[in-house]
């Protein structure tokens, strides 16, 4: 029987509830348990709706698009969200685009009229995840205009939540009933009684791993960003808004994870990531083509719990420049800037 | 006494005190779930859109008098979770605009993405700031509740019925589709100004105030 995944209810739950070395109340116990199947099984952003502004032409074949995520184990399906406008103001958007997503499935997204009509020009597809994994991973889709152009204004993924848990070393899910008062406490049974609880709170911390800013456009020369300067040039006009989820006590800062989708046209180029709390990295790009890059250990604000918004200072952001060295050109097509987790 | 789930006890009492010892970091639980649920519980403070780009209003595209949408800006669809059906569901914005001369007024707003496609009014689940840079300027207007109430049970009353969207059953098996915890709203952006006003990006991550 899997685990109920039910609402969260923290009513009970009081900071002098768990203390180390004191006695902890049963039904706190089983609230946490609760809790803990709610975190591992609720809804998940992998992908914050971005805007690609990308053209998508008939002649343009299939085009792939990809971001780094960190996805949830739980997750069996996932929701993507598409919304498209034609190639030029006031004009008809194409009508058939074909939509792939990274496991296999297919969505035609059928477009009729403008920007301002009542025609749908936003597009749901829910994908059923063919491989599971909670490791890093390259989440990649396809878009191909089949009949007419489009440009691609919006996207944007969530892991969908569960109704309930396998009660499995890898979903993480705890049966509720063990965790009653007077019930026995089960020794070394995976998703029973008390010894379910360490693994599954390092699971929901692992899974809560924020992912913080995606883009991402077709790896072509003619889509990717790109740059001949060697000053450093923004990549977005706009700077992203970043804050890392707090975690521990007293901390103020966290290291996130930056991949980079870039390559040159010979030579080098570099990619720097400046944040608002004056920590950079930067990475040398000196594939010749598309390539993911890393930079660790980027240190961003976390979060204020003592604000309702969660903001430190006004300017928690995140500046993406890119530069080539010498002559040639360097092109960018992915940034994936994902949270810790633990 | 070891340090571990003795089979055969109890939870309450003698069982639990031993449980508590085994978290390497006890305070992580406290701080993380009892404390501070919120950031442990990853849907509060979740990035739900970071929207780069440069947007320009279209008179074609008024939605009613003297407000415009930006034209072929993205349909910003979210999924903000909630914790209990009693729950209210509310992002924190944040814009970057700039103007031509003068000063523009944009209004966010949480929609149903069944609803209407009107700003709404002053107060109903929308946050409002002016914009007078003409190079370019962030501003963080409010943050954007939908009140528990106008939630409701998502029945037939509820201006959000419809907005919910399901859960997805388990490898072992279906489950019961359960509603109430995940709400699909669409997250708007309008302008009303005599100028022309360009929209540069838009950020929003789910709220965390308890």
């Known amino acids: ?342 | 006494m070891a340090a571990r789930s003795e089979h055969g006890y109890y939870v309450r009492g003698l069982a639990s005190r031993i449980a508590a010892d085994r978290f390497a970091d006890a305070a992580t639980l406290r701080d993380g779930l009892v404390n501070n649920p919120n950031h442990l519980a990853d849907q509060r403070g979740q990035v739900v859109a970071q929207v780069t780009g440069s947007w320009v209003t279209d008179d074609a595209d008024d939605i009613s008098a003297g407000w415009h949408q930006f034209y072929a800006f993205p349909k910003i669809r979210v999924l903000l979770t909630r914790l209990s059906s009693g729950d209210s569901a509310a992002i924190v914005p944040r814009i970057y605009a700039k103007v031509n001369s003068g000063s523009a007024t944009i209004r966010v707003g949480l929609i149903p993405v069944r609803g209407t496609r009107l700003p709404l009014a002053t107060g109903d689940s929308v946050s409002e700031v002016t914009v007078t840079s003409t190079t370019g300027e962030y501003l963080e207007p409010d943050p954007i509740f939908v009140p528990a109430t106008d939630i409701g049970d998502l029945g037939a009353s509820s201006p959000w019925r419809g907005s919910s969207y399901p859960e997805y059953p388990s490898t072992s098996g279906a489950g019961a589709a359960v509603r109430m915890r995940v709400l699909v709203a669409l997250l708007g952006v309008w302008v009303q100004s005599a100028t022309t006003p360009t929209l540069m990006g838009v950020s929003a991550r789910e709220y965390i105030g308890g």
């Open chain 1, 1 to 342: 029987m899997p685990a109920t995944v039910s609402a969260l209810d923290l009513g009970t739950l009081s900071a002098a509830g768990v203390r180390s070395g004191a006695p902890v109340r049963g039904v706190t116990w089983a609230r946490v348990a609760a809790a803990l199947n709610y975190l591992n099984g609720t809804a998940r952003c992998l992908i914050p709706c971005y805007a690609p502004s990308v053209e998508l032409l008939v002649a343009n074949g299939v085009q792939t698009f990809g971001v780094k995520v960190w996805p949830s184990y739980q997750a069996t399906h996932r929701l993507w969200v598409v919304t498209l406008g034609p190639t030029a103001q006031d004009e008809a958007i194409g009508t058939e685009l074909e939509f792939t997503d990274p496991s296999g499935g297919t969505a035609t997204f059928v477009c009729t009229g403008s920007i301002g009509s009542s025609a749908p020009q936003t597009f749901e597809h829910v994908e059923t995840v063919t491989s599971r994994t909670s490791a890093e991973s390259t989440l990649s889709w396809t878009m191909e205009s089949v009949t007419g152009s489009h440009v691609v204004t919006g996207v944007t993924c969530w892991e969908l939540p569960r109704p309930d848990l396998a009660i499995d070393a890898s979903d993480l899910g705890i049966e509720l009933g063990s965790l009653d008062g007077n019930a026995p406490v089960y020794d070394g049974v995976t998703g029973y009684s008390l010894g379910a609880l360490p693994e599954a709170l390092a699971g929901a911390l692992t899974r809560g791993r924020r992912h913080i800013f995606q883009w991402a456009v077709p790896a072509t020369t003619s889509k990717a960003w790109a740059t001949t300067s060697t000053s450093y040039v923004d990549v977005f006009d706009y700077y992203p808004e970043g804050l890392e989820r707090l975690l521990y006590s007293g901390e103020t800062t966290a290291d996130v994870e930056v991949r980079i989708y870039a390559w040159v046209s010979g030579g080098t180029g570099d990619v720097q990531i400046t944040m608002a709390n004056g920590d950079s990295a930067s990475v040398s790009i000196s594939a010749a083509s598309p390539t993911w890059s890393t930079i660790s250990g980027l240190a961003i604000r976390c979060e204020d719990m003592s604000t309702a918004t969660g903001r430190r200072t006004s300017a928690d952001t995140i500046r993406v420049q890119a530069r080539k060295n010498t002559s040639g050109t360097i092109y960018v097509a992915g940034v994936s800037i994902v949270g810790r987790g633990s």
